[in-house]
């Protein structure tokens, strides 16, 4: 077994042991990851066309995430949590009309 599949595998059960419930991601989903909508593309045109074969080059990527104000992490964290807002609330949405389709009702 792998070691992420081991850390999977033991941190569901601790999470089941506690009864924290678990909302899964969908696999690819990358309007929910903030490297995805917000550091990506921060970083994409200031990097663009270096190579990172030194650690010179790969400094640069340090150098830009220092240009970045705190504001915009700030920013980006209340961003990310009106995106898992709106996608619980469409899963919610989902779930509820999937229960009338096959006739559970509360």
């Known amino acids: 077994m792998t070691l ?8 569901n ?4 042991s ?3 419930p678990v909302a899964h991601q969908p696999p690819f989903s990358p309007n929910l990851s903030p490297c995805d909508f917000f550091l990506f593309p921060k970083l994409k045109n200031p990097l663009k066309g270096h190579h990172f074969e030194t650690l010179e080059t ?3 990527v340090t150098d830009q995430l220092k240009v970045i104000p705190i504001s915009d992490f700030h920013q980006c964290y ?4 009106k995106r898992l807002q709106r996608c619980v609330a469409v899963t919610l ?3 509820m009309l999937n229960c009338n389709f096959i006739g559970i009702n509360n």
């Open 4 to 11: 992420h599949l081991v850390t999977t595998i033991s941190v």
């Open 93 to 95: 949405k989902e779930t």
């Open 18 to 20: 506690k009864n924290i």
């Open 13 to 16: 059960r601790f999470l089941a």
């Open 58 to 60: 790969f400094l640069a």
């Open 78 to 81: 209340e961003e990310w949590k």
